[in-house]
């Protein structure tokens, strides 16, 4: 049997890593066929993701390799660092194309026994088409956000190359196909809102429509609308929704153990948990409004709590604090120790998972929200970077699985990040926990829908079956 083998490229970061060894999981299970290796580049010293990183690979199975893609000299690395955080990315995969050939053909000359059959890259990667090219084998994207948000992009890109127009009004609202409601350009990705940044996306999205197919970590009946509106564009190629893709188990840990421990003696729906993602911290004013609102609300609460990274590589992650003097209220610890409890790190599919928690007040990120809708838990939308504005959007005016506390908060955009009082987080928290709320149902719904999206017979199951023929015809020619 010849078996297709499929070089998967992530784009450096821990939410694109686990996706993509999630959808890995998935093809090699569903098919015997088919042998995949993981090309991991990592440009960030940071330890975390180092450790992040080993653990996938102990958890990989059978016929998922792994390869570490060397970073460049420091001398290099300094010169990328040096244009910026914008264009640092991008420029850093770019200068990633010969390793990433050389390695490809060493892979291929070891066996015989299987074909290339494609390259799946991250959304980011697009530098990577040519190398695919340069192996006559077709590109794929493995988009790890929303079928809105590729909308998004295409969009952006759409409106420079039909129109000639940039989006520079912040008052505006947008038709954008992608989504059923006009969209405020105040919660488009702060990106998009330069010329610069757009330039960019739009070169992305220009590329994206070069692969053959994109593979959307989403669920058709969780984005009919916007999955039919990329179907419409006879200029995007053929799109698979696969989702969702999520890592249902976490790492062991002490902290996991306590963390458990902890919720399981709480009594069910009780527990609004506060976490704002792998990149996530806030200044100490903003902590301390934070706090504030929690103990005015009453509300027992879990507050995943991290230290801003004082390392200026680009990549670096947020830290737990090593003590909490200084950040939090005087007292505040003690005030609200019979009802609360403030971590570091959260292991954040055990607490979703545990019937104590009511609510998650989110950062609003696709990985954490398709996480929070598989337990059925309604969200409290505070977005922070990146898409999750446009996330934080969707779930409150299109689907109404979130209330909102700053559904367009930006953390260190252009200017002075807004404070937001605790009076709003109050207001949010009380909506958030509302036994009675019509929210809590139709997430609940939803819950039910992803999970038979997923068994056989399902829209992903389906979906992911078609992409799997896909990859094994490129082989049989």
Same mark, same amino acid.
């Given at each position: @049997?010849?078996?297709?083998?499929v070089?998967? #490229?992530?784009?450096?970061?821990?939410?694109?890593?686990?996706s993509?060894?999630?959808?890995?999981?998935?093809?090699?299970?569903?098919?015997?066929?088919i042998?995949?290796?993981? *090309? #991991?580049?990592n440009?960030?010293?940071?330890?975390?993701? $180092?450790?992040?990183?080993?653990?996938?690979k102990?958890?990989?199975l059978d016929?998922?390799?792994?390869?570490?893609i060397?970073?460049?000299?420091?001398?290099?690395m300094a010169g990328? @660092?040096?244009?910026?955080?914008?264009?640092f990315?991008?420029?850093?995969i770019?200068?990633?194309?010969?390793?990433v050939?050389? @390695? $490809?053909a060493?892979? @291929?000359?070891?066996?015989?026994?299987?074909?290339?059959?494609g390259? $799946?890259?991250d959304?980011?990667?697009?530098?990577?088409?040519?190398?695919?090219?340069?192996?006559n084998?077709?590109?794929? /994207?493995?988009?790890?956000?929303?079928?809105?948000?590729?909308? /998004?992009?295409?969009?952006?890109?759409?409106l420079k190359?039909?129109?000639?127009?940039?989006?520079?009004?912040?008052?505006?609202? !947008?038709?954008?196909?992608?989504?059923?409601?006009?969209v405020?350009?105040?919660?488009?990705?702060?990106?998009?809102?330069?010329k610069?940044?757009?330039?960019?996306?739009?070169?992305?999205?220009?590329r994206?429509?070069?692969?053959k197919?994109?593979?959307?970590?989403?669920?058709?009946?969780l984005?009919?609308?916007?999955?039919?509106?990329?179907?419409?564009?006879?200029?995007?190629?053929?799109?698979?929704?696969?989702?969702?893709?999520?890592?249902?188990?976490?790492?062991?840990?002490?902290?996991?153990?306590?963390?458990?421990?902890?919720?399981?003696s709480?009594?069910?729906?009780?527990?609004v948990?506060?976490?704002?993602?792998?990149?996530?911290?806030?200044?100490?004013e903003?902590?301390?409004e934070i706090a504030c609102a929690?103990?005015?609300?009453?509300?027992?609460?879990?507050?995943?709590?991290r230290?801003?990274?004082?390392?200026?590589?680009?990549?670096?992650?947020?830290?737990?604090?090593?003590?909490?003097n200084?950040?939090?209220?005087?007292?505040?610890?003690?005030?609200?120790a019979e #009802?609360?409890?403030?971590?570091g790190?959260?292991?954040?599919?055990?607490?979703?998972?545990?019937?104590s /928690?009511?609510?998650?007040v989110?950062?609003?990120g696709?990985n954490?929200?398709? &996480?929070?809708?598989w337990?059925?838990?309604? *969200?409290a939308?505070?977005?922070?970077?990146?898409?999750?504005?446009?996330?934080?959007?969707? !779930? $409150?005016k &299109?689907l109404?699985?979130? /209330?909102?506390?700053?559904?367009?908060?930006?953390k260190n955009?252009?200017?002075?990040?807004?404070?937001?009082?605790?009076?709003?987080?109050?207001?949010?928290?009380?909506?958030?926990?509302?036994?009675?709320?019509?929210?809590?149902?139709?997430?609940?719904?939803?819950?039910?829908?992803?999970?038979?999206?997923?068994?056989?017979?399902?829209?992903?199951y389906?979906?992911?079956?078609?992409?799997?023929?896909?990859?094994?015809?490129?082989?049989?020619?």
């Amino acid at each position: @049997m010849t078996r297709a083998e499929v070089i998967f #490229i992530p784009a450096p970061g821990v939410g694109h890593l686990g996706s993509t060894v999630e959808v890995s999981k998935l093809l090699v299970s569903r098919d015997d066929r088919i042998s995949i290796t993981i *090309m #991991i580049m990592n440009p960030s010293s940071d330890s975390t993701i $180092v450790a992040f990183t080993q653990n996938l690979k102990k958890e990989a199975l059978d016929r998922i390799a792994f390869v570490d893609i060397p970073a460049p000299d420091e001398t290099t690395m300094a010169g990328l @660092m040096s244009k910026g955080h914008l264009n640092f990315l991008m420029s850093f995969i770019e200068c990633q194309k010969v390793q990433v050939r050389d @390695m $490809v053909a060493s892979i @291929m000359s070891r066996s015989q026994s299987f074909k290339l059959a494609g390259f $799946v890259i991250d959304m980011f990667c697009t530098p990577m088409i040519d190398v695919a090219n340069e192996f006559n084998v077709p590109s794929y /994207v493995f988009f790890t956000s929303a079928a809105a948000s590729l909308g /998004v992009m295409l969009y952006i890109q759409s409106l420079k190359d039909n129109e000639n127009l940039e989006i520079n009004d912040l008052d505006v609202e !947008l038709s954008i196909p992608s989504f059923s409601k006009p969209v405020p350009a105040k919660v488009l990705p702060s990106v998009m809102l330069s010329k610069d940044g757009s330039d960019m996306i739009a070169s992305i999205a220009r590329r994206l429509r070069e692969t053959k197919a994109i593979v959307v970590n989403t669920v058709l009946e969780l984005e009919a609308h916007s999955v039919k509106s990329l179907g419409d564009d006879e200029n995007t190629p053929a799109i698979y929704h696969v989702g969702p893709i999520i890592k249902l188990t976490d790492g062991e840990s002490t902290s996991r153990e306590t963390i458990k421990g902890w919720l399981d003696s709480q009594p069910p729906s009780s527990v609004v948990f506060l976490c704002f993602g792998s990149m996530g911290s806030f200044d100490p004013e903003q902590v301390t409004e934070i706090a504030c609102a929690l103990e005015l609300s009453g509300q027992r609460f879990l507050w995943s709590l991290r230290s801003p990274s004082q390392e200026k590589e680009t990549m670096a992650l947020p830290k737990d604090y090593e003590n909490y003097n200084g950040v939090l209220p005087e007292g505040f610890l003690e005030r609200t120790a019979e #009802i609360g409890k403030v971590i570091g790190w959260a292991p954040q599919v055990t607490v979703l998972s545990h019937p104590s /928690v009511g609510g998650f007040v989110s950062h609003c990120g696709w990985n954490s929200t398709l &996480e929070s809708i598989w337990f059925g838990v309604p *969200m409290a939308a505070w977005p922070l970077y990146a898409e999750q504005q446009l996330n934080a959007f969707k !779930l $409150v005016k &299109e689907l109404g699985f979130a /209330v909102e506390i700053k559904m367009d908060y930006k953390k260190n955009d252009v200017g002075p990040t807004v404070l937001v009082k605790a009076e709003e987080i109050v207001r949010g928290i009380r909506c958030l926990m509302d036994e009675e709320c019509e929210m809590r149902k139709k997430v609940k719904e939803m819950k039910d829908i992803c999970r038979k999206a997923i068994a056989e017979g399902g829209s992903s199951y389906n979906s992911a079956g078609q992409f799997i023929e896909d990859l094994i015809d490129n082989i049989r020619n």
